[in-house]
């Protein structure tokens, strides 16, 4: 009949779309709900006329926990299950590094938390600054605490004898003075041995990674809060004027490019996990609240942008510099509505 061919045809189209959705500002702030993210996540999830699982996947910037932990918190915060299969961090794709370098210097998180993450990543050798300043606090004079817990969780050893091979920013810093000391005796050793220095800045310099680049994210706080680009832009700054040379990095995350190939990827096996159909679907939208990486990114990549307001972008229009090319929505709900719209 015509109402199972109009069915079908949906049916189809909602298996052609997918959603590629932001977190904090868009369904979170922090760990408290936006409260239309509940909503939106239990339409895909089948609560809808067809009756049928939407494909979406969530790509967030966040960092500094174990893909596992940081899923079911979200899954406990939203009501509604997220699998690590479809579930990318900002550090998610550095994980293919640990191919690469023996051993690193984990940079950022809260605790010894970044360590878990690179040794599940499969990393070998995994050293946060925090075995460093244990075994010679006087690294960082500007520090004033070390905490009984920290020194507990630190790996102390004589770092003269170590050759780190790369350093992973992986989450916003916690101690900037001593991160940035750390990092700068590494960047400026020769070929990553502490207390050395090298004889050329720029062919015996380790390489160093960045998970994400935002300058800005929303958190439980009124006005956003600075982020993991700001320490990187500290970084960057502190490095030209003491060395004279720009410090080349290489940065992950939204709005770089690897990232939404990542996506790409999670995304066909998700379908296939769902739907058992092996194909990425067409129209993906991608649901953010920074212009500067969610929307800029999702629109080099082809992808329908959706702007949202409940996050780092509060104007009033579409956001000048880099305007979502699907429009910008009040909430995580109505993007949602307005993309299944034209949609089926
Ligand atoms: O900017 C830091 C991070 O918390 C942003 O996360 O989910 O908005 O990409 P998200
Ligand atoms: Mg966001």
């Known amino acids: ?161 170590v050759k780190i091979n790369a350093i992973l920013v992986f989450s916003d810093s916690r101690d900037y003075a001593t991160d940035l000391q750390i990092i700068m005796d590494l960047l400026q050793s020769e070929d990553g041995v502490l207390g050395t220095r090298a004889k050329d800045p720029v062919s015996q310099r380790i390489p160093i990674y960045f998970s994400q680049g935002d300058l800005l994210c929303p958190t439980e706080h009124p006005t956003p809060r600075l982020s993991q680009g700001t320490f990187r832009i500290a970084l960057e700054t502190i490095y030209k004027s003491i060395t004279g040379v720009e410090l080349e990095r290489v940065v992950y995350g939204k709005p770089e490019l690897a990232t939404y190939k990542y996506a790409d990827e999670v995304m066909t096996s998700w379908m296939e996990t769902i739907h058992n159909e ?9 649901i953010g609240d920074n212009p500067a990486s969610d929307i800029v990114g999702g629109n080099m990549y082809g992808w329908n942008t959706c702007l949202v307001r409940t996050g780092v972008y509060q104007g009033e229009g579409n956001d000048k510099q880099n305007p979502a090319s699907f429009g910008v929505f009040n909430n995580v709900l109505d993007a949602v509505m307005a993309a299944l719209k034209k949609e089926l």
Do not use: W
Request: glycine share 8%; charged share 20%.
């Open 1 to 161: 009949s015509q109402v199972q061919d109009m069915s079908s045809v949906k049916t189809a189209a909602a298996k052609n779309m997918a959603f590629a959705f932001d977190i904090d500002g868009v369904l979170v702030h922090g760990d408290r709900l936006i409260p239309q993210g509940k909503r939106a996540l239990e339409i895909l999830n089948g609560d809808n006329e067809l009756g049928i699982k939407i494909p979406h996947i969530f790509l967030t910037n966040g960092s500094g926990k174990k893909e596992a932990e940081r899923c079911q918190q979200l899954s406990g915060i939203l009501g509604s299950p997220i699998s690590t299969d479809q579930f990318i961090q900002s550090h998610t794709p550095m994980s293919a590094l640990a191919g690469y370098y023996n051993t690193v210097l984990v940079v950022g998180g809260e605790g010894y938390k970044c360590r878990e993450v690179a040794q599940e990543y499969g990393f070998k050798d995994v050293i946060v600054p925090n075995d460093i300043y244990a075994a010679d606090p006087t690294i960082s004079p500007l520090r004033e605490h070390f905490t009984p817990e920290q020194r507990a969780t630190s790996n102390p050893k004589d770092f003269s004898k």
């Open 278 to 286: 092996v194909h990425l679907p067409k129209n993906i939208y991608m």
